[in-house]
């Protein structure tokens, strides 16, 4: 929705948990600068507000494991590899 306000930060996922009852919760790290944004994210959660949330990827922090350096690109690429891997190890039941 254009005109709506939004709340606005970088961020890098910390962890995502999976629930008992099939639910998903995102952990971000934020900057320490970022407290106008949390007491915003505060605010709609005790209002019982829906985000409508999209992620864009900035860039990336080189993991200690790597070996080379990779681009956003090849390090999204081998993201989705590895998840589209993994998919095909799991079985899925309704």
Known sequence: M???PSIN???SVRQVKTLVDGGLVFVFDIPE???KQAAQLIA???AGI???VTCTAEGFTK??????ILTLEQRLDRTQK????KEDDLEFTD
């Open 2 to 4: 254009t005109g709506q």
């Open 9 to 11: 930060f970088k961020a």
């Open 33 to 35: 600068g970022a407290i």
């Open 44 to 46: 709609t959660k005790n």
């Open 50 to 52: 829906i985000l409508d």
């Open 63 to 68: 993991k200690k494991s790597e070996k080379e």
């Open 82 to 85: 590895s998840i589209d891997e």
